[in-house]
């Protein structure tokens, strides 16, 4: 995903991937396994409230600071966004063969 202005993004935050079942973002601090958040999504233009969990953190290594992967689940995913997403997702990908 690109740093900022990518067709998915977190309110605040950098996303570095993600799927039809959640999310992984860049965070400055770790997270708790398990813990629940609430985040605001920009899917292609469309601002949404969704829950998530936290499945996974991990140190990313790096030369300038402390960088965690946040891995997030989708727990609370509106049924729009959802397709939004899926439409997003289905985009960036090119079928076989396309040039």
């Given at each position: 995903?690109p ?72 727990t ?24």
């Amino acid at each position: 995903m690109p740093p900022t202005g990518g067709p998915v993004s977190v309110v605040g935050g950098r996303v570095v991937n993600v799927s039809l079942h959640g999310v992984m973002i860049e965070s400055p601090v770790p997270m708790e396994r398990d813990a629940v958040l609430d985040l605001r999504l920009v899917i292609g233009g469309l601002k949404v409230d969704v829950g998530t969990r936290v499945a996974a953190c991990m140190l990313i290594p790096s030369q300038k600071r402390k960088v965690y992967g946040i891995g997030l689940e989708f727990t609370r995913i509106p049924e729009d966004a959802q397709e939004r997403l899926r439409q997003v997702l289905a985009s960036r990908v090119a079928p076989a063969g396309a040039a």
